[in-house]
């Protein structure tokens, strides 16, 4: 087996145990260099991903190593960006960047770093036309399991404009940081270099606007604003699925940019891959830079985000009331912010302890009364939206794929969360028989848990139903 073929067999496996979005991230453009005495010499792009294959991924390298030839003892990652270049991709060399403190979580920072540089002062002004917001930024978010990759992606950015990762995708579900992180580049920016021009936008905003301009006859104008750009960053790019011109004329200010080594930062709902209706050009565009995905918090990162907002708020709560809403609220974070905000001003209106037992009271209260208020017709919006179909299309006759599973979902939610009938269901979507909608209903309970983007889809899915 020569190096070529035995690095092919080892990232055959790693894909296998670790996520996709980690695997194009780490290991796109790597290759064995040399394998002499038992020591293996892999050629990775850039410092970023000697830090992460070096401390994260070795084991998993060595071990597969290993288990082709005996004799491999070590690894050791050296940068050779020149091996690199060869693809599709715009990952280019960057001089070691520093990665995120390791694995455990990064508490909030409350004293600021002072600044030693004369253009930081500690608190840079914002202009106002960046559309960034100084309460997002990476000290004060917290870093763990679920995040890490996409954090640390977001810093190096910060730290090295279009050089680092560009475009970088972040996605991710509702809630679960994606535009904290964003905007903590923007900031991040602004305290380091105020001289860049930077733009945070959403995408449907970026349209209202693109639509303003040709109304006006000033296209040209809105393009040339854009295209001037070091920094622009595109919050929940999904809203451009379906809008042909916008898509066109963010292609356009995408390669200008582009070609200039400005950088894009773009999130979304869900990988480039799953957005309905996104021209391939776009797609591949975004694909081809650095993807990376941030998912649920598990139980423990959950209470120390509750525990930084807390202190954020100058609120203090005991643990086992962060533990009780830690435990109730795991879908994401801005509903978890929510229960809190809502438990401490329940209890300073009511001047009572913020105890376990008024915790629980407020927040059974709370889950309570989310539940009582979605309607069918909000099931639908929520449906339709998501997966870019029409009610029609959910009634009509029809097994094509795109649109069955839509139906099959939108059985399961009216089920579970409506205990809606089956029969009832099935006369909803288009007169179907009851047995239809049992069997969507065991199908989508059956897989809910093992097929991990069905899962993400409901999450999403409920988020959007209670929260939005
Ligand atoms: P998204 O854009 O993915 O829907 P947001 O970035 O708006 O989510 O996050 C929702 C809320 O949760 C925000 O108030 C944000 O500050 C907070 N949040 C999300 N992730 C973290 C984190 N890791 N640490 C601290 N706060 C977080
Ligand atoms: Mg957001």
């Not at 080892?10 to 790597?30: D, R, Y």
């Not at 945070?200 to 349209?207: H, Q």
């Not at 915790?359 to 309570?368: A, C, F, N, R, V």
């Not at 006369?427 to 989508?444: N, P, Q, V, W």
Request: aromatic share 8%; hydrophobic share 35%.
């Amino acid at each position: 087996m020569n190096n070529e073929e035995l690095w092919k067999a080892v990232l055959g496996q790693i894909e296998l145990s670790i996520s996709k979005a980690n695997f194009v991230t780490w290991f796109k453009n790597t290759s064995i260099l040399e394998n002499q005495n038992g020591l293996i010499t892999i050629g990775v792009p850039n410092g970023f991903a000697k830090e992460w294959l070096e401390n994260k991924y070795n084991i998993y390298i060595l071990k597969a190593l290993k288990s082709l030839d005996p004799n491999i003892q070590e690894i050791r990652c050296i940068i050779a960006p020149e091996k690199s270049v060869s693809t599709i991709d715009s990952i280019k060399n960057v001089d070691a960047i520093k990665p995120p403190e390791n694995g455990g979580f990064v508490r909030k920072k409350l004293i600021e770093k002072p600044s030693f540089t004369s253009s930081t002062a500690t608190s840079t002004p914002i202009p106002h036309e960046t559309n960034l917001n100084s309460r997002y930024t990476f000290e004060n978010f917290i870093v763990a399991e679920n995040n890490e990759l996409a954090r640390a992606a977001c810093y190096a950015v910060s730290q090295n404009l279009g050089l680092a990762y560009n475009p970088l995708f972040i996605y991710g579900g509702v809630g679960l940081g994606k535009t904290h992180l964003l905007q903590s580049i923007g900031n991040e920016v602004v305290k380091n270099a105020p001289e860049k021009r930077i733009k945070y936008i959403n995408s449907e905003r970026f349209t209202t606007e693109l639509v303003d301009s040709i109304k006006n006859q000033k296209i040209d104008k809105f393009k040339e604003y854009y295209q001037q750009m070091d920094l622009l960053i595109i919050d929940d790019v999904q809203f451009l699925s379906g809008r042909e011109k916008t898509q066109n004329e963010f292609f356009h200010i995408f390669n200008s940019l582009y070609q200039l080594d400005k950088q894009i930062v773009i999130s979304s709902d869900r990988p480039p891959k799953a957005i309905p209706t996104l021209e391939d050009r776009l797609r591949s565009r975004f694909e081809g830079g650095m993807i990376t995905d941030i998912s649920r918090p598990n139980l423990e990162t959950r209470i120390a985000i509750l525990e930084s907002k807390v202190s954020e708020k100058g609120f203090s709560l005991d643990p086992a009331s962060l533990k009780y809403i830690a435990e109730n609220i795991s879908q994401n974070i801005r509903e978890l912010e929510g229960a809190l905000n809502r438990v401490i001003a329940f209890c300073e209106f009511h001047k009572i302890p913020a105890n376990l037992e008024n915790t629980q009271k407020i927040l059974d209260q709370l889950i309570e009364n989310n539940k009582k208020s979605i309607q069918i017709d909000d099931i639908f919006n929520v449906i339709t939206t998501f997966y870019d179909v029409t009610k029609e299309d959910l009634i009509k006759k029809g097994r094509k794929k795109e649109i069955s599973h839509p139906r099959q979902v939108m059985m399961y939610i009216l089920r579970n969360e409506l205990q809606t009938p089956f029969s009832t269901i099935g006369e909803l979507l288009g007169g179907r028989d009851h047995t239809t909608a049992l069997h969507a209903f065991e199908k989508i309970e059956k897989n809910k848990d093992t097929h991990s983007r069905l899962k993400e889809e409901l999450a999403t899915l409920r988020e959007r139903l209670y929260y939005n």
